[in-house]
């Protein structure tokens, strides 16, 4: 039963991530040229516009997977579900930081957790925790904190190319999108981090009773610093398995592998109230082998 889930999910995350796959040999065809935008005169505005499909596909992705969850089932049926959506296996690199402990506004450590473990580049990292601190602002608003991180992008797209890039930029995308999704679906989607689905009482936190638009943005931030932590090391694994997969570019590894790595750390963050990032190896390349 298992084995057909993880099939049927699988070819539903490979119609999702056709588009995101068309879109991206604009980016693949402009970083192969010798006069490479990332370094000649660049147009920001451009490079920005080529990597949004990254936080299209992951908001997408999460429609997807929201849309088809079950429903008043028991916290394991909602894990095997979440398993076969995503294609996540005992194997993959899960890195889970507890909110126990932290300050309520804290939304930082993936990113220092990811370079720890050599999931994303030094440098890449260095430039991806501005943005990062920019989620630690819950006092912010959604359109705000998305000025802030274009803002960013503006200054640091002349500084990278090619796979730290890629990170950056699929940090920095995952971001803005998420901040969106989350905003928007927030009341519909609270209801899956109950203990009836994942063994998580939301009301152990208050958020029945104390709803402040500053708690409620702080959960929002929290999921999209999962969000983009995860995309930014999904970057980096679907540029790092590119080559040995025939047709596929570093560019379109990175984009894929964003877009899912992105989606179920969001997803896995979402649920468990903690910081997380999950890397579906398999789900990964097996969508980078259809393409």
Not at 51 to 78: K, T, W
Not at 87 to 92: A, C, H, P, Q
Not at 267 to 280: D, E, K, M, Q, T
């Amino acid at each position: 039963m298992v084995n057909k889930m993880n099939q049927f999910f699988s070819l539903r995350i490979a119609t999702v991530l056709c588009g995101c796959v068309a879109l991206l040999l604009l980016i693949v065809s402009c970083g192969d040229k010798e006069d490479n935008p990332f370094t000649n005169g660049i147009n920001v505005n451009s490079v920005i516009a080529q990597y949004e499909v990254i936080g299209q596909e992951h908001n997408d992705m999460l429609a997807l997977f929201y849309a088809q969850h079950p429903r008043g089932r028991s916290a394991a049926d909602c894990a095997d579900y979440f398993n076969a959506f995503f294609g996540v296996t005992n194997s993959d690199k899960i890195i889970t930081l507890s909110r126990q402990g932290r300050s309520d506004e804290d939304v930082t450590g993936l990113v220092s957790a990811m370079v720890s473990d050599a999931l994303i580049s030094t440098k890449a990292a260095g430039y991806i925790q501005r943005v990062e601190l920019v989620l630690n602002h819950p006092t912010m608003g959604v359109e705000e904190m998305q000025a802030a991180i274009t803002e960013i992008q503006r200054q640091v797209i002349p500084l990278l190319k090619d796979n730290e890039l890629d990170q950056f930029m699929a940090y920095a995308e995952t971001a803005k999108a998420s901040l969106t999704f989350w905003d928007e679906n927030y009341d519909a989607l609270e209801e899956f981090a109950g203990a009836e689905n994942y063994g998580i009482s939301a009301r152990s936190e208050g958020h029945e009773s104390n709803r402040s638009p500053r708690n409620i943005f702080r959960r929002i931030a929290m999921a999209a610093a999962s969000d983009a932590a995860g995309a930014a090391a999904g970057a980096a694994f679907g540029a790092s398995i590119a080559g040995s997969i025939n047709g596929v570019t570093n560019a379109t590894g990175a984009a894929v592998g964003a877009a899912i790595a992105g989606a179920a750390s969001s997803a896995a963050g979402w649920n468990s109230r903690n910081l997380s990032v999950i890397i579906p190896a398999s789900q990964i390349r097996e969508a980078l082998e259809r393409r």
